[in-house]
Every structure is written in C-alpha cells, then in structure tokens.
C-alpha cells in the first residue's frame, strides 16, 4: 500500500457509549494511546485521533485502523465504539454520529465528502445546534448540500457573523482545526476564605461573584467547559454543605455560571450560619470545541460574550483585579 492511500484520511472521531464510567473512559483513551502519539480526549465519552503517522507506523489504512481499536476495545474493556474518519475534525464527528449503536467503523475519503454531506439532515452536521438547525430549516435549508450551496453571507445574516462563517465552512468540508494532544482533564475548582467567620451577606455573595469570574476565566483560558457546579460551604467547626447541579449547555461563561451558582447558594438554606469559606468546582468537563458552536441566537447574550472576550484580554495584561462585574462591585464589603 503506497503512502498516498494510507493519508487519505487522517482524523479519527471516537464516541463510547455514554455515560461510561470514567476509568473506563481513560482505558479508552489508552488504547488510542496505544495507535496514535496525537489523541485529544473529548470528555465525557469522546476523543479525536490524529493518523497520518499511525498509518505509516502500522502499515494499515484507516478503516482497518478503526476497526483494530473496536476489536481491542471490545475483548479488553466490554467497550463498544463508534468510529467515524474523514479529512477534517467535522467529517470524522459527523461520521462517527451516523453511526447506530452500539458500535461500528465510517470512513470518508477527501473525494467522497461533498457526495457524502450533501443529502445529509442539516442538524447532522457536526456544530449545528436545534436552534440554528431550526433557524436554517425556516429559511428553506434542509440538508447539508443546500447549506453548502446558500452564499457565506447569507449564513451569516441568518446565525450571526461566527456561527454562519463555521457553518458555511463545514458545510463544504473546510475545517482547518487539527487534532490538538490532550489528556483526560481534571475537574477545575477554585474557593476563598474568610478571615473571620462570616454569615450570608454582602461578603459572602461578593467572594462567591468572584469564584464565579475566576472558575469561568480558568476554564476558557484551559479551552473547557463546564456540564455541572459544585458549591462546597464551609461552616466554624469544620462541618460543611456540598451540592451539585448540572447546567442547562456546558458551559464556561460567566453568566451561565454565575445563575447556577447563585442558584445554589440560595439552595444551601445558610440562614445563620457561621461561614469559614467558599468553594466552585466546574465537574464533567469537555472540550470548549465541541460547545463553542452552539452559539445563542440571542443579539444581546452575544454581545455580552464579546466583552467577556474582552475583558479577559484586560485581565490577562493588567492582572485579574483590573476588572470585574457591577455584582461584585455590588457586593462588595
């Protein structure tokens, strides 16, 4: 096999069945260890896999490649997966997708990428979320070859400046993103403490706004997002109160954030209780990549998303204190 067959595609998009148990989701991850230097974990259930290289290491071309990690996951782990590849992140994710459970390899030549999207269900598409399928769809768009053939700009007018420059993109199978190496992540937690025990008020909600910016800036400059919060409260006397909630989108945003945490701070019923500190935890963690398309349809939530752009750009030349929300300047002691 000459080496031109064994590039013909390069990514590889793994999805296990979810949920899957985490340390079984790191043997997974071991095991594409295992084929390729180039795995980018896409946790809970996922990765990427770059395979130019491991297809000249192994002397196979992709599809067998997929289906020597199906085998091994299988007789190893019990561990079904779906396996889609392709030339671009975008292909080998949707690939992977149309695959029914509980398992099985897709793979898709650079030649068969304009045939193979086309008649595909826009919302199939890797990226495109119901919101801006169903915004498409009223327009007329309803398959990936017409979103493909619509003129960039008008994607553009239609799902905003980014989300319809990505979109009309993929559509054609351009995807410039390459598979970026990346471990399993730890969950991201950041807390204070108060100097003297305080109860709910002004310094408590004022310490938790805080947590709320610094877990947010954490997780963005990590390239994460959050699926769930935790909020520990710590009380005189060593005793403390733990929940969790998921979010509604994962999410790494400081609005988003912010609600739930106060959600749950209002939850935690501290009426007079003695507090020694705070901590937020962001739990479930996943790649920014795979949310960051799934951008609101709301003017005015984007326009806010953009000076959070901004204002960490600030934090990261000034330092963290340069520049915080009207809350916590609100709460403040």
């Given at each position: 096999?000459?080496?031109?067959?064994?590039?013909?595609?390069?990514?590889?998009?793994?999805?296990?069945?979810?949920?899957?148990?985490?340390?079984?989701?790191?043997?997974?991850?071991?095991?594409?260890?295992?084929?390729?230097?180039?795995?980018?974990?896409?946790?809970p259930?996922?990765?990427?896999?770059?395979?130019?290289?491991?297809?000249?290491?192994?002397?196979?071309?992709?599809?067998?490649?997929?289906?020597?990690?199906?085998?091994?996951?299988?007789?190893?782990?019990?561990?079904?997966?779906?396996?889609?590849?392709?030339?671009?992140?975008?292909?080998?994710?949707?690939?992977?997708?149309?695959?029914?459970?509980?398992?099985?390899?897709?793979a898709?030549?650079?030649?068969?990428?304009?045939?193979?999207?086309?008649?595909?269900?826009?919302?199939?598409?890797?990226?495109?979320?119901?919101?801006?399928?169903?915004?498409?769809?009223?327009?007329?768009?309803?398959?990936?070859?017409?979103?493909?053939?619509?003129?960039?700009?008008?994607?553009?007018?239609?799902?905003?400046?980014?989300?319809?420059?990505?979109a009309?993109?993929?559509?054609?199978?351009?995807?410039?993103?390459?598979?970026?190496?990346?471990?399993?992540?730890?969950?991201?937690?950041?807390?204070?403490?108060?100097?003297?025990?305080?109860?709910?008020?002004?310094?408590?909600?004022?310490?938790?706004?805080?947590?709320?910016?610094?877990?947010?800036?954490?997780?963005?400059?990590?390239?994460?997002?959050?699926?769930?919060?935790?909020?520990?409260?710590?009380?005189?006397?060593?005793?403390?109160?733990?929940?969790?909630?998921?979010?509604?989108?994962?999410?790494?945003?400081?609005?988003?954030?912010?609600?739930?945490a106060?959600?749950?701070?209002?939850?935690?019923g501290?009426?007079?209780?003695?507090?020694?500190?705070?901590?937020?935890?962001?739990?479930?963690?996943?790649?920014?990549?795979?949310?960051?398309?799934?951008?609101?349809?709301?003017?005015?939530?984007?326009?806010?998303?953009?000076?959070?752009?901004?204002?960490?750009?600030?934090?990261?030349?000034?330092?963290?204190?340069?520049?915080?929300?009207?809350?916590?300047f609100?709460?403040?002691?």
């Amino acid at each position: 096999m000459d080496a031109m067959a064994r590039e013909v595609s390069t990514v590889m998009h793994v999805r296990c069945p979810d949920p899957l148990p985490e340390r079984t989701y790191r043997q997974v991850l071991e095991q594409l260890a295992d084929l390729s230097p180039v795995v980018q974990a896409l946790p809970p259930s996922a990765a990427l896999v770059e395979l130019k290289g491991a297809l000249r290491y192994h002397g196979v071309d992709a599809r067998r490649l997929g289906e020597i990690l199906r085998d091994r996951t299988i007789s190893r782990l019990g561990v079904d997966v779906r396996v889609g590849i392709g030339p671009s992140v975008t292909v080998a994710a949707t690939a992977s997708a149309r695959i029914p459970p509980p398992g099985g390899v897709l793979a898709i030549s650079p030649g068969q990428v304009a045939d193979w999207l086309g008649p595909l269900p826009v919302e199939a598409l890797h990226g495109i979320g119901p919101r801006q399928a169903e915004v498409l769809r009223e327009y007329g768009i309803h398959c990936v070859g017409l979103l493909a053939a619509v003129p960039p700009a008008t994607v553009q007018r239609l799902l905003g400046g980014k989300a319809g420059r990505l979109a009309a993109d993929r559509a054609r199978g351009v995807d410039p993103r390459p598979v970026v190496p990346r471990a399993l992540p730890a969950s991201a937690a950041v807390s204070c403490a108060f100097p003297r025990p305080a109860l709910d008020g002004a310094q408590v909600r004022s310490c938790l706004l805080d947590l709320v910016m610094q877990l947010g800036r954490l997780l963005r400059r990590r390239g994460q997002a959050a699926r769930a919060l935790t909020l520990t409260v710590r009380f005189v006397g060593g005793t403390s109160w733990e929940k969790t909630r998921r979010l509604a989108e994962p999410s790494a945003h400081d609005e988003d954030l912010r609600t739930l945490a106060c959600r749950l701070m209002d939850g935690a019923g501290l009426q007079r209780g003695r507090l020694t500190g705070l901590a937020l935890k962001g739990e479930d963690l996943l790649d920014a990549g795979q949310v960051a398309e799934q951008l609101s349809l709301d003017r005015a939530r984007e326009s806010r998303l953009v000076a959070e752009e901004v204002m960490d750009r600030i934090r990261d030349k000034f330092g963290p204190g340069a520049i915080g929300t009207v809350g916590a300047f609100r709460h403040a002691p």
